[in-house]
């Protein structure tokens, strides 16, 4: 009763102190202690000083076992997603069912994962010995990725999957040892893929020369009726990236004797061309225009141009070829009609295939796959299906991926084709002979393509 009192007077002088400054307390406390209170043994100030202090610390508790409570939720979501995650780390390592979207992901999460930990650690001071220990996996599991993502740049998981396939489809084919090759109109698709390639057949040196030893050729699978000039030969300059000029023939007969040949300059500068990946559908030629972006197409009877932008395609051999330098857009005919095949930043120099609609020359529709461009010497389309290949020494070639725009499906293959000489710097596919045109460091030859049965 009485320190109650006491401590009313101290509050009042204190009150007081505010207003009036050192003096006045002073004087005031004084006068206070001296006159109210008895006995000055009870310490009132440490007992309102302990009051608060457990004030204080029972709310911390309060707060501190709120956390506790949150930290041990957290904790057992973390162990289950590390658990997840460790089973699919397992499960790349091993090779299975890897793609690069997989293995972004994952880092994705694991940075996630890291930085919450952080978070956690700082708050705790690393005193939990559990959270520790989660910190450390985790950055255990993200040292382990960045060591899988080297091997990546080796290509390592993407040959030991590409083995696999590989065994796999020797499996296949031993089961179909004896397997006839199926006969198949020109122009449909009644047929279960390539099952082998016959050639070379040499046909002729370039119109222009050994020189040029970069350069394209084929036939047009759907020219006006009657105006002949099916049969195209577009050889780079010297400099194997510009593209100037190309010859046109009427019949296979006039390629061979060069007879009546018909030469086209390419004058305007923005409808120069460059690369080797030239095809022709329906009387147009098209092309990669001069160091752009740009698709350019050119009628063949009339010389009307035209250029249109390929949308996020890389260019000025970002990521070109093996086989050569510029050959950044590689177009194709297939019995379906035009596609371009390039790669594109997003892409990360993967292949990215475009059906081009020939009407409006815009891109109808896009796949993305999971081949690099730069690991492949050179693609062609059949029944909407990408054909890809890569050197396999300086006498072969091998066609060993394929992607199937209409289910997205990829495969690993392995067709071999011979060749003369050693740069294979560009194959069109001509739906209405089954065959394989082929520039070969200045040659042009062809190779007779064979058709699984259907099923
Ligand atoms: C109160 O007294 C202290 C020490 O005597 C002095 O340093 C301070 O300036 C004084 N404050 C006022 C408001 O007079
Ligand atoms: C109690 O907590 C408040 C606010 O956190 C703080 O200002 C005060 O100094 C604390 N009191 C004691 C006695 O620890
Ligand atoms: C891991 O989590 C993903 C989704 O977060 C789920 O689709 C997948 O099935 C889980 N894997 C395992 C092995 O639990
Ligand atoms: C963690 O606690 C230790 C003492 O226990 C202290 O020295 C250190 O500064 C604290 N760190 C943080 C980030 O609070
Ligand atoms: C990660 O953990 C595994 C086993 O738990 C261990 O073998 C490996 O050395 C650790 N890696 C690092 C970088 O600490
Ligand atoms: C080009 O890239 C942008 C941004 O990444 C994307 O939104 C757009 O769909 C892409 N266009 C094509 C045709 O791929
Ligand atoms: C191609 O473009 C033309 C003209 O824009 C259009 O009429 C036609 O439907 C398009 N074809 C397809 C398959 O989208």
């Not at 999460?109 to 989660?134: D, K, Y």
């Not at 395609?313 to 390039?342: I, K, M, P, Q």
């Amino acid at each position: 009763m009485m320190y109650r009192l006491t401590l009313l007077i101290l509050q009042v002088s204190a009150a007081l102190s505010a207003m009036v400054g050192n003096r006045t307390i002073e004087r005031d406390v004084k006068c206070v202690c001296s006159v109210v209170m008895p006995d000055n043994i009870f310490p009132v100030e440490r007992m309102e000083y302990l009051e608060a202090t457990s004030q204080n610390l029972s709310t911390s508790v309060q707060t501190e076992t709120l956390k506790v409570q949150m930290y041990g939720q957290t904790l057992s979501l973390y162990t289950q997603q590390l658990q997840n995650l460790t089973l699919r780390l397992q499960a790349m390592e091993s090779g299975a069912g890897y793609t690069e979207l997989q293995f972004d992901a994952l880092r994705v999460e694991i940075q996630e994962l890291l930085s919450l930990t952080s978070q956690l650690r700082s708050t705790v001071n690393g005193s939990e010995a559990i959270i520790e220990r989660l910190h450390f996996q985790i950055k255990n599991m993200s040292t382990t990725v960045d060591q899988l993502e080297t091997f990546d740049k080796h290509n390592v998981l993407g040959i030991r999957q590409e083995i696999k396939v590989l065994k796999a489809q020797q499996k296949k084919c031993e089961a179909n040892q004896g397997l006839k090759p199926s006969q198949v109109n020109f122009g449909s698709c009644d047929h279960g893929g390539l099952l082998n390639v016959r050639g070379p057949n040499v046909v002729q040196l370039n119109w222009r020369g050994i020189g040029c030893t970069s350069g394209a050729w084929g036939r047009d699978p759907a020219p006006l009726p009657g105006k002949g000039g099916q049969y195209w030969v577009a050889p780079l300059e010297s400099d194997r990236r510009a593209f100037n000029s190309y010859r046109l023939y009427s019949s296979y007969n006039d390629l061979l004797l060069s007879r009546n040949p018909v030469n086209v300059q390419l004058r305007s500068s923005s409808y120069t061309g460059q690369g080797s990946g030239m095809a022709m559908y329906k009387n147009y030629l098209y092309y990669n225009c001069y160091n752009s972006r740009y698709m350019c197409r050119m009628n063949r009877h009339t010389y009307r141009t035209q250029r249109t932008i390929l949308n996020n395609a890389t260019y000025n051999n970002r990521f070109s070829f093996s086989s050569g330098s510029y050959h950044d857009f590689d177009f194709a005919v297939d019995e379906s009609g035009l596609w371009v095949v390039y790669a594109t930043e997003a892409s990360d120099g993967n292949m990215v295939v475009s059906k081009i609609n020939d009407t409006s020359f815009t891109v109808e529709e896009s796949w993305v796959t999971n081949m690099y461009k730069p690991s492949v010497s050179g693609t062609f389309m059949i029944c909407g299906v990408l054909y890809a290949m890569r050197s396999q020494s300086t006498r072969l070639e091998e066609i060993f991926y394929t992607f199937d725009t209409k289910d997205g499906q990829e495969a690993m293959i392995s067709v071999k084709m011979e060749k003369m000489l050693e740069k294979v710097s560009s194959v069109t596919y001509s739906p209405s002979d089954h065959k394989l045109f082929v520039y070969n460091q200045g040659n042009q030859m062809t190779y007779d393509v064979v058709f699984r049965p259907k099923g």
